[in-house]
C-alpha cells in the first residue's frame, strides 16, 4: 500500500497496484523495507503543496483528491495495525507498549 500511495501522490508510477517487486520472507528484509516504504510515504507527503493536494487522483477506481487517497489508506493501514496486533497477541507475542 505504501508503493500504491507513493505512485499515487507522486504520479510516479505504482499507482495500478499490479507491479509487485520481489517478495521479501527474512525479518531482517521485510522490517528494511517497511521502513524504507514508510520513509519513502512520508517524503512524498511532505513534497506536497496545498494546490498539490487538491489535484484529483484515481485510486482504487474511485476518483478522490490526493489528500483523500492519503486519509482513505492511513485508515486503511490503522485497521491493518489493529490486524497485527490481534494477531500477534493471539500467537503469544506481547506488544512492546504492553510490557
Not at 24 to 38: D, F, G, H, M, R
Not at 56 to 74: S, Y
Amino acid at each position: 500500500e505504501n508503493g500504491l500511495l507513493v505512485g499515487t501522490l507522486t504520479g510516479a508510477g505504482g499507482g495500478g497496484g499490479g507491479g509487485r517487486g520481489a517478495q521479501v520472507i527474512a525479518p531482517e528484509k521485510l522490517q528494511e523495507a517497511l521502513k524504507t516504504s514508510y520513509a519513502n510515504v512520508q517524503k512524498a507527503i511532505e513534497g506536497l503543496s496545498d494546490a498539490d493536494l487538491k489535484a484529483p487522483v484515481k485510486l482504487f477506481g474511485r476518483d478522490m483528491t490526493k489528500e483523500e487517497a492519503v486519509r482513505f489508506l492511513f485508515g486503511d493501514q490503522h485497521e491493518h495495525l489493529g490486524q497485527s496486533i490481534a494477531y500477534a497477541r493471539s500467537n503469544g507475542v506481547v506488544p512492546p507498549w504492553s510490557k
